[in-house]
């Protein structure tokens, strides 16, 4: 990672940022769309736009095919190629360090968000807006994608206070200001929107059309979307511990009166041996709720010990830009 800041004083307005990560079946279609429609955008408002794509350290032919649309677009193309794979974050926040334009746009490389979308993006961005989150209509995702993100939406939102209606959608626009903002922050792992979102002094949140993935995969699998949003809520509250620290209070409460119910039980009716097995399952329940307290405290430890290791975010192998 360099520590090299941006030149901002050429004639860039827009940068647009495309983390990639094995997606060589599909960037062929993403070039065939996204070219023209930034063409057409620039011709329209009168701006000069430039295309960063990250590779991600994928382990198909992606820095290949990115290295050939270099060559053939070198004038609004620059291409970051990680020495290793590093997540889709840490590519967004390579792509803002080596981003030039005033406005920049965040877009996956699946086309699952159309390029032809960026047109409203900057329109909110030029009219005075610092950050523009998206809201995906129609959604293609399974039922189950679909009801887990908005169940995480919601309790992200009621420990976070941080309002995003559709936080899993990448394409999102920023000020330059809101950008060189997030890039002082230092944290090893971040939720670049909600960070961004807590900097913002005029958000706004526009529809945008959602298509089905051209191809390949998802790049998230389950425990990736979990770990996710444990990074999101643990990095932007500690409210988890706050209510962890209740429920143990609550807890000790019951078992201490459970205990005191049971000493008089005793010593009125004598012993005796049932309900034993209700004792076995309130003491599983306990070490239960106990364990799942660890494992949050670790979440906040494990952050600590990152942050305090201070290793680069990411290491940047090369970079194809024009001087």
Same mark, same amino acid.
């Given at each position: 990672?360099?520590?090299?800041?941006?030149?901002?004083?050429?004639?860039?307005?827009?940068?647009?940022?495309?983390?990639?990560?094995?997606?060589?079946?599909?960037?062929?279609?993403?070039?065939?769309?996204?070219?023209?429609?930034?063409?057409?955008?620039?011709?329209?408002?009168?701006?000069?736009?430039?295309?960063?794509?990250?590779?991600?350290?994928?382990?198909?032919?992606?820095?290949?095919?990115?290295?050939?649309?270099?060559?053939?677009?070198?004038?609004? /193309?620059?291409?970051?190629?990680?020495?290793?794979?590093?997540?889709?974050?840490?590519?967004?926040?390579?792509?803002?360090?080596?981003?030039?334009?005033?406005?920049?746009?965040?877009?996956?490389?699946?086309?699952?968000?159309?390029?032809?979308?960026?047109?409203?993006?900057?329109?909110?961005?030029?009219?005075?807006?610092?950050?523009?989150?998206?809201?995906?209509?129609?959604?293609?995702?399974?039922?189950?994608?679909?009801?887990?993100?908005?169940?995480?939406?919601?309790?992200?939102?009621?420990?976070?206070?941080?309002?995003? /209606?559709?936080?899993?959608?990448?394409?999102?626009?920023?000020?330059?200001?809101?950008?060189?903002?997030?890039?002082?922050?230092?944290?090893?792992?971040?939720?670049?929107?909600?960070?961004?979102?807590?900097?913002?002094?005029?958000?706004?949140?526009?529809?945008?059309?959602?298509?089905?993935?051209?191809?390949?995969?998802?790049?998230?699998?389950?425990y990736q979307l979990i770990r996710l949003n444990f990074d999101l809520v643990t990095g932007f509250s500690v409210m988890p511990l706050q209510i962890f620290s209740i429920l143990g209070?609550?807890?000790?409460?019951?078992?201490?009166?459970?205990?005191?119910?049971?000493?008089?039980?005793?010593?009125?009716?004598?012993?005796?041996?049932?309900?034993?097995?209700?004792?076995?399952?309130?003491?599983?329940?306990?070490?239960?709720?106990?364990?799942?307290?660890?494992?949050?405290?670790?979440?906040?430890?494990?952050?600590?010990?990152?942050?305090?290791?201070?290793?680069?975010?990411?290491?940047?192998?090369?970079?194809?830009?024009?001087?």
């Open positions: 990672m360099t520590d090299n800041l941006p030149d901002h004083t050429n004639a860039t307005q827009l940068s647009i940022i495309v983390p990639v990560y094995n997606e060589e079946e599909g960037l062929q279609a993403l070039f065939d769309r996204l070219y023209p429609a930034l063409d057409a955008l620039a011709a329209k408002r009168h701006l000069r736009y430039e295309i960063v794509f990250v590779n991600d350290g994928s382990k198909d032919r992606s820095a290949g095919i990115l290295s050939k649309q270099y060559e053939i677009r070198p004038d609004v /193309t620059r291409v970051v190629l990680f020495h290793s794979n590093f997540g889709q974050h840490m590519a967004i926040m390579a792509g803002f360090e080596y981003a030039r334009g005033q406005y920049i746009v965040t877009l996956d490389a699946d086309l699952q968000n159309p390029p032809e979308e960026i047109d409203a993006l900057v329109n909110e961005l030029l009219a005075g807006h610092d950050y523009v989150g998206t809201i995906r209509e129609q959604r293609r995702d399974s039922w189950f994608r679909k009801s887990a993100s908005r169940a995480m939406n919601h309790l992200r939102q009621r420990i976070t206070r941080i309002t995003m /209606t559709d936080q899993g959608c990448m394409l999102r626009g920023y000020h330059r200001r809101i950008v060189d903002l997030v890039r002082q922050c230092d944290e090893s792992n971040t939720f670049i929107p909600a960070l961004a979102y807590t900097f913002s002094a005029s958000p706004t949140e526009i529809n945008v059309k959602h298509e089905e993935r051209f191809a390949g995969e998802s790049k998230y699998s389950l209070m609550l807890l000790s409460l019951a078992a201490g009166t459970l205990f005191a119910y049971l000493l008089v039980r005793r010593f009125v009716l004598g012993a005796e041996v049932e309900g034993v097995f209700t004792l076995f399952a309130l003491t599983f329940f306990l070490i239960g709720v106990m364990l799942f307290g660890l494992g949050l405290l670790g979440e906040y430890v494990g952050r600590i010990y990152q942050q305090i290791r201070q290793r680069p975010r990411y290491v940047v192998q090369t970079v194809l830009e024009q001087p």
